[in-house]
């Protein structure tokens, strides 16, 4: 495909040159000779990449184009449909990634030859990974490799020697999930790995697992150890590339050891995929509120074994589903809407889970861990009875909602914290749950007393017997079942915050800095923008790219190491350390920070600035973060860091045209100062940065004392006089 055939919207420019979109927009205002638009429309146009490219290295703005943007553009230029053509990218990943001689073999020879020995070498090793279902994946793929199509895969070829297969994939197939986000529903990679290691641990043998609403796999590519993964999902197209993706990252390469992957299209309820197969684990993020789920057609289908669900319970239908494909004593998770724990038309239905012993846990997500994020869903942890057992007397309720660290919400999340709590509480559940959920025989332990204190973490979990759920409601929401944790804790830890308290508070005392006399009127400096010192090498700019995950269901450290670290919005809005997990495959090369340089939010007005220091050096820079780089023989960081602090300097950088204030850091003002006088200048601003700091330790200490006093108040362990 000719280059200048290439189109690039205006978000496409803002990834080659790493910036934001704002910025786009205002070079295509500010310069006359910016490439006028070749299609799209009004509101998006399209431009085209060979003419943006080189008025981007004209200006300064880009080296080369990388190939990942390249290979990106070709796929979405292909004649063939987005999915068609990444679905044959897929299938020359896999065939590169299993048989690389092969794929060598053929590159070596001339794209009409490639194109018609590359379908047989294709279908051979789609065959062991796919079985008979090969033949409906490969028809999304138009089950041929167009000439076409050659110079498109062989670029793909050049990518995956460069980040590897599965990582190109991913790739790819992120951008394409990213350009279609209406059309699908994701499920976050944290608690995909939080399900997958409730059902399916990392320590057990190896599982045969099924996602009967698949979407893009998310869920069943967390399992740390399938022996076959089966995922229906309804998208003909979207089948075809989830199975390419669960196929990638499996971990073996040998046709003897291949990971068996089963992947077929269609409505679930309605046209079961799978109706003979039983599995070990089903994980599942159902579709919510559907209304046309089927219930008059299916009114006498054997998965209702608890009851037929109302129309207007169709997340319970999946609930039936995914136990009526468990053998017995597997596990199932499902993402459910609290509304599913509460609704009366579903009463009858959870009772008849809990009096089975089919429903194990039921756990509160923090709102902001998933779609939709305005709500904090849950997670139900089901087991199936096996013949004979007698069911559980408890159910395990963990409310979250507590640990969601500062601020809360999407993208601000403490996952670790959160994933942690739920798997140290399944596991002390789970462990006291009898000889196990396998054996028919065994005896479960006694249910506890009446008022009894029933096992768990105050604030966080409680095991429940199941007797106290079976009234008129039956309501499963944990917040109602979990009382809350008292912050004061007892008159002891009380006394130590009161005197770290004391101790920070004196510290601030010695820290405030005293204003030293000046004039009246205000300095008048020559001054320059960072635009104009990164022009003439004095600071280096780039933007961060990089989106923060969840760490792995794994226990890990609280704080990831620095090569895994990413620096988000919030941690230098909040002064906190770096705590996002890098993906796995990226989108981007990660921005690496490194000490001195200077962080800068771009987005809220730009009312915080932060230094790098040695123990962040390392980390990769999230996004709406942007890092001046300083010359140390030029400009002093701290210096630098002061400056744009200035109340009056980001206010003028700032842009106003939408409800998001936007700081445009190249229009950020410094003054032209020699560096000695920087440096006077930067020690200042550093004991200034000391002094904040202090004063937010001082503020959280003083939070925890009072609403400590109040709780052991009300509590009776803090005696009024």
């Given at each position: 495909?000719?280059?200048?055939?290439?189109?690039?919207?205006?978000?496409?420019?803002?990834?080659?040159?790493?910036?934001?979109?704002?910025?786009?927009?205002?070079?295509?205002?500010?310069?006359?000779?910016?490439?006028?638009?070749?299609?799209?429309?009004?509101?998006?146009p399209a431009f085209a990449l060979s003419d943006v490219e080189r008025w981007l290295r004209e200006?300064?703005?880009?080296?080369?184009?990388?190939?990942?943007?390249?290979?990106?553009?070709?796929?979405?230029?292909?004649?063939?449909?987005?999915?068609?053509?990444?679905t044959r990218a897929g299938f020359a990943l896999l065939l590169l990634r299993e048989r690389p001689s092969t794929w060598q073999e053929l590159t070596a020879r001339p794209d009409e030859r490639m194109a018609e020995l590359l379908p047989t070498a294709v279908e051979q090793v789609a065959s062991v990974r796919f079985g008979d279902d090969r033949h409906a994946l490969l028809a999304r793929a138009c089950l041929e490799f167009p000439r076409q199509s050659i110079p498109f895969l062989r670029s793909v070829g050049e990518l995956a020697d460069e980040l590897g297969p599965r990582q190109t994939y991913e790739f790819l197939l992120g951008r394409f999930l990213d350009a279609n986000i209406r059309q699908y529903t994701p499920t976050p990679p944290g608690p995909a790995a939080l399900m997958a290691a409730l059902a399916a641990p990392p320590q057990a043998s190896a599982a045969t697992v099924l996602d009967p609403a698949a979407g893009a796999g998310t869920l069943l590519r967390a399992v740390a150890r399938p022996a076959a993964l089966y995922a229906q999902e309804a998208d003909p197209d979207l089948t075809a590339l989830t199975a390419l993706r669960l196929a990638l990252h499996a971990d073996a390469v040998s046709a003897a050891s291949a990971v068996c992957v089963r992947a077929r299209s269609g409505d679930t309820l309605r046209a079961d995929a799978f109706p003979d197969v039983t599995v070990d684990a089903?994980?599942?993020?159902?579709?919510?509120?559907?209304?046309?789920?089927?219930?008059?057609?299916?009114?006498?289908?054997?998965?209702?074994?608890?009851?037929?669900?109302?129309?207007?319970?169709?997340?319970?239908?999946?609930?039936?589903?995914?136990?009526?494909?468990?053998?017995?004593g597997g596990t199932a998770v499902l993402l459910m809407p609290p509304a599913a724990a509460?609704?009366?038309?579903?009463?009858?239905?959870?009772?008849?889970?809990?009096?089975?012993?089919?429903?194990?846990?039921?756990?509160?997500?923090?709102?902001?861990?998933?779609?939709?994020?305005?709500?904090?869903?849950?997670?139900?942890?089901?087991?199936?009875?096996a013949a004979g057992?007698?069911?559980?007397p408890e159910v395990l309720f963990v409310d979250t909602a507590d640990l969601s660290g500062a601020g809360g919400g999407r993208d601000r999340l403490d996952w670790q914290t959160v994933q942690n709590a739920v798997?140290?509480?399944?596991?002390?559940?789970?462990?006291?749950?009898?000889?196990?959920?396998?054996?028919?025989?065994?005896?479960?332990?006694?249910?506890?007393?009446?008022?009894?204190?029933q096992p768990g973490r105050t604030g966080v979990s409680r095991a429940v017997p199941v007797i106290e759920l079976l009234d008129d409601d039956v309501d499963l929401a944990p917040a109602r079942h979990v009382p809350p944790a008292a912050a004061g804790g007892d008159v002891a830890e009380l006394e130590r915050a009161r005197a770290k308290l004391t101790e920070t508070l004196r510290l601030t005392g010695e820290l405030a800095p005293a204003p030293t006399a000046g004039t009246a009127e205000r300095a008048v400096w020559p001054t320059t923008t960072v635009g104009e010192l990164a022009r003439a090498h004095a600071l280096s700019l780039r933007a961060g790219t990089t989106a923060a995950v969840p760490a792995p269901a794994a226990p890990a450290p609280a704080r990831p190491s620095p090569r895994d670290a990413v620096l988000t919005e919030q941690d230098v809005l909040a002064g906190t350390p770096p705590t996002g997990t890098l993906p796995d495959a990226p989108d981007d090369e990660p921005v690496r920070l490194e000490a001195g340089d200077v962080v800068v939010?771009?987005?809220?007005?730009?009312?915080?600035?932060?230094?790098?220091?040695?123990?962040?050096?390392?980390?990769?820079?999230?996004?709406?973060?942007?890092?001046?780089?300083?010359?140390?023989?030029?400009?002093?960081?701290?210096?630098?860091?002061?400056?744009?602090?200035?109340?009056?300097?980001?206010?003028?950088?700032?842009?106003?045209?939408?409800?998001?204030?936007?700081?445009d850091v190249r229009r950020l003002q410094l003054p032209r100062l020699p560096l000695a006088d920087q440096r006077r200048y930067g020690a200042r601003f550093r004991a200034l940065a000391a002094f904040e700091e202090a004063l937010r330790l001082a503020g959280r200490l003083g939070e925890?004392?009072?609403?400590?006093?109040?709780?052991?108040?009300?509590?009776g362990t803090v005696r009024p006089d």
């Open positions: 495909m000719p280059e200048s055939a290439s189109e690039v919207t205006a978000a496409g420019i803002a990834r080659l040159a790493g910036v934001g979109r704002a910025a786009v927009s205002n070079w295509r205002r500010r310069h006359a000779d910016f490439p006028k638009p070749v299609g799209g429309t009004e509101t998006s200006q300064g703005k880009l080296a080369e184009v990388p190939l990942r943007e390249r290979v990106w553009q070709q796929l979405a230029d292909s004649p063939a449909t987005a999915a068609a053509t990444l089903v994980l599942c993020h159902p579709p919510f509120n559907e209304r046309n789920w089927g219930h008059d057609e299916l009114s006498y289908d054997p998965r209702w074994e608890y009851g037929l669900p109302a129309r207007t319970e169709s997340e319970l239908a999946w609930v039936q589903h995914a136990l009526a494909r468990l053998r017995p509460s609704r009366r038309s579903g009463r009858r239905i959870r009772a008849g889970l809990l009096r089975r012993g089919a429903l194990r846990a039921v756990v509160s997500l923090p709102a902001g861990a998933a779609p939709p994020y305005g709500i904090p869903l849950h997670l139900w942890v089901l087991r199936k009875p057992q007698l069911p559980s798997l140290d509480a399944w596991l002390a559940f789970s462990g006291t749950d009898g000889p196990g959920t396998d054996d028919p025989g065994a005896t479960p332990p006694a249910a506890p007393a009446a008022g009894a204190p939010p771009v987005l809220g007005g730009g009312s915080v600035v932060r230094v790098v220091d040695e123990r962040d050096a390392g980390a990769a820079l999230g996004r709406n973060l942007q890092v001046l780089r300083p010359d140390p023989q030029a400009l002093d960081p701290w210096f630098l860091a002061g400056f744009l602090r200035g109340t009056a300097n980001t206010r003028q950088a700032s842009s106003y045209a939408s409800t998001a204030t936007r700081l925890q004392l009072v609403q400590g006093l109040y709780d052991g108040l009300t509590e």
